[in-house]
T-cell receptor, first 112, second 112 residues
Framework: DSGVTQTPKHLITATGQRVTLRCSPR?????VYWYQQSLDQGLQFLIQ???????AKGNILERFSAQQFPDLHSELNLSSLELGDSALYFC???????????FGPGTRLTVL | DQQVKQNSPSLSVQEGRISILNCDYT??????FLWYKKYPAEGPTFLIS?????DKNEDGRFTVFLNKSAKHLSLHIVPSQPGDSAVYFC???????????FGAGTTVTVRA
C-alpha cells in the first residue's frame, strides 16, 4: 500500500459526459501528479500540482482540468468525454517536487 | 515524442535465471532514472533508481546499470522469481522539469 488513494476504482460513462477523479496523496506529501495510461501504452504525464499550485503541464487536453485543494487532495476533471479517453488514470505524490513518486491504485475509466 | 523507450514489450525467463530489461532515452538532460513494477489492477510501485553520477546501483536481487554515453540503462533481476512476473516501466527525470517520462513497459513472465 503506497498510501496514495484514488476514487472511484472504476467508472463507466457515456460519450459527451463529464467525470471527476479524486486523489488523496500520502500524508505529508505536497506534490500530486496525474498520469494517463491507455491500452498497451506507457504512462503519459498530464499535470502536476505542488501545494495547491500548478507546477508542470504535460500532454493534457483542454477538455481536462485539475486542481489541488487546501487539504492537498486533488481532482482531475474530464469533460466532453470521447471513446479514446478510456484509460487508466493514476495519481502519484511526492514530498516535494523531485522525489520518488508513489502511485495510487488508479481509476479505470470506460467511455461507451 | 517518446523520450524513453523500452523496445522489448515482453520477456520470458525461467525461474532462477537472470532477467535483463533494457531502456533507452534521448534527452541528455535526464539525470535521474527509475524503474517501476506494476501488477494488474494496481498502481506502479517504485523498485530502484539511479542518479546520473553513478553507473550502477544495487538493491538485493535488483541492479540498475546506467551508460550515459549510450543513453541506455538496464535492470537486472537475479535470480528471477515467479513473483517478479509483472510489467516493468523505466522512467527518467529532467532536473528542469518536474515530470517523469515513462517507457511503454516490458511484461516479464517468470516460468517455473
Amino acid at each position: 500500500d503506497s498510501g496514495v488513494t484514488q476514487t472511484p476504482k472504476h467508472l463507466i460513462t457515456a460519450t459527451g459526459q463529464r467525470v471527476t477523479l479524486r486523489c488523496s496523496p500520502r500524508s505529508g506529501d505536497l506534490s500530486v501528479y496525474w498520469y494517463q495510461q491507455s491500452l498497451d501504452q506507457g504512462l503519459q504525464f498530464l499535470i502536476q500540482y505542488y501545494n495547491g499550485e500548478e507546477r508542470a503541464k504535460g500532454n493534457i487536453l483542454e477538455r481536462f482540468s485539475a486542481q489541488q485543494f487546501p487539504d492537498l487532495h486533488s481532482e482531475l476533471n474530464l469533460s466532453s468525454l470521447e471513446l479514446g479517453d478510456s484509460a487508466l488514470y493514476f495519481c502519484a505524490s511526492t514530498r516535494q517536487g523531485l522525489d520518488t513518486q508513489y502511485f495510487g491504485p488508479g481509476t479505470r475509466l470506460t467511455v461507451l | 515524442d517518446q523520450q524513453v523507450k523500452q523496445n522489448s514489450p515482453s520477456l520470458s525467463v525461467q525461474e532462477g535465471r537472470i532477467s535483463i530489461l533494457n531502456c533507452d532515452y534521448t534527452n541528455s538532460m535526464f539525470d535521474y532514472f527509475l524503474w517501476y513494477k506494476k501488477y494488474p489492477a494496481e498502481g506502479p510501485t517504485f523498485l530502484i533508481s539511479i542518479s546520473s553520477i553513478k553507473d550502477k546501483n544495487e538493491d538485493g536481487r535488483f541492479t540498475v546499470f546506467l551508460n550515459k554515453s549510450a543513453k541506455h540503462l538496464s535492470l537486472h533481476i537475479v535470480p528471477s522469481q515467479p513473483g517478479d512476473s509483472a510489467v516493468y516501466f523505466c522512467a527518467a527525470s529532467d532536473p528542469l522539469d518536474y515530470k517523469l517520462s515513462f517507457g511503454a513497459g516490458t511484461t516479464v513472465t517468470v516460468r517455473a
